[in-house]
């Protein structure tokens, strides 16, 4: 699958054999190769968000560099062709579900909800399908693209995903080879509050999946191929049935900037959590920017006074900003 980015696109077909280096004026291809090598364990590169996002500057270098040596390539710090492919090929221990991963590793369309599923899962938790959120929002383990938490048995439905998918595998990463265990991991995360307490506390410790060894095992299927495939389908399957409910309740939404802070929404708290906060803000006549910034300040007000003014108070603003005002949004309408 192609990137849609001619540089990137270009170049590993072999029209243009031109590295991506110091200088690079095509932004989108750089910032395909970063995210490539974020999700190569490469620091201070800037994700989505970051605002040297786009530039070929001596950090990016010296990432290619270092993983060039590292794949046995030879260090020159500039991505040629065989460099790009090796960024693609070699299992990466932080896989992003950048555009470039998404199309060029997992082969999927940089279109209309596949967009929408990255860039909230980048806004969220750096895109990262092995992303572990250890409790700190009192509702079990977290886990993946899109945070499916346990505590409201979103995790199990992940869970049951990969199992249909792949009951084998799943067997062997979350059992360790016993079928018992595997499956009662499911059942588990399936009882009421997903087998945690009102603290998000397990209340079997077989599955205390905030300690080891669970978080191996949920790392190593955060980088399994197969299943971050069965994470996007569940992604847009969940954002498809949100979408739905956003029709019916709010109509006049109409731009993809806005359509895709309702779905963030409804991720952190719930369909039912979305629209109320939806209906609490829209009043006759408001513009899609200041319903936005409406909303932003109810979901804000929500988790202040579940949470106080702590870490989750600022994550969440964060998110809700980056959501009004990042660029790679359109306020066009989504089909």
């Known amino acids: 699958m192609n990137t849609g980015i001619g540089r990137i696109d270009l170049l590993l077909d072999g029209t243009d054999e031109r590295p991506i280096g110091a200088g690079e004026p095509d932004q989108e291809a750089v910032g395909v190769i970063q995210d490539l090598l ?14 040297a996002r786009g530039r070929y500057g001596p950090q990016t270098a010296a990432a290619v560099s ?16 065989a460099t790009l492919r090796k960024l693609i090929e070699l299992p990466a221990p932080q896989p992003v579900a950048s555009r470039g991963y998404l199309a060029l590793v997992l082969d999927f369309s940089w279109a209309g909800f596949v967009r929408l599923v990255s860039l909230t899962a980048q806004f969220e938790a750096a895109g990262c399908f092995a992303a572990l959120n250890r409790n700190t929002d009192k509702a079990g383990l977290s886990f993946g693209l899109i945070q499916w938490a346990q505590k409201p048995g979103r995790l199990a439905e992940l869970l049951r995903a990969f199992f249909a998918a792949h009951a084998e595998r799943f067997v062997e990463v979350f059992g360790a080879g016993d079928a018992g265990l595997a499956k009662g991991l499911i059942a588990h995360t399936a009882l009421p509050r997903g087998g945690v307490d009102v603290q998000g506390c397990t209340r079997d410790p077989r599955f205390d999946l905030v300690a080891e060894p669970w978080i191996a095992r949920f790392l ?14 569940e992604a847009m399957r969940a954002y498809r049935v949100s979408f739905d409910r956003i029709r019916v309740y709010a109509p006049e939404v109409r731009g993809e900037r806005a359509i895709a802070f309702l779905l963030d929404l409804a991720n952190q708290h719930g369909d039912a959590g979305a629209e109320s906060i939806c209906r609490a803000s829209l009043r006759p006549g408001i513009s899609e920017a200041d319903l936005l910034a409406k909303m932003e300040s109810v979901s804000v007000g929500r988790v202040k006074k579940q949470f106080g003014d702590g870490a989750e108070v600022a994550s969440t603003r964060a998110r809700r900003q980056a959501f009004r005002e990042s660029p790679m949004l359109s306020d066009a309408s989504f089909a």
């Open 66 to 81: 270092d993983f060039q040596t590292a794949a046995g390539l030879t260090a020159t710090g500039a991505v040629d062709a």
């Open 38 to 51: 974020i999700g190569h364990g490469a620091r201070k590169i800037p994700g989505v968000l970051g605002r």
């Open 220 to 233: 190593a299927a955060g980088r399994d191929r197969a299943w971050q495939r069965v994470q996007m389908d």
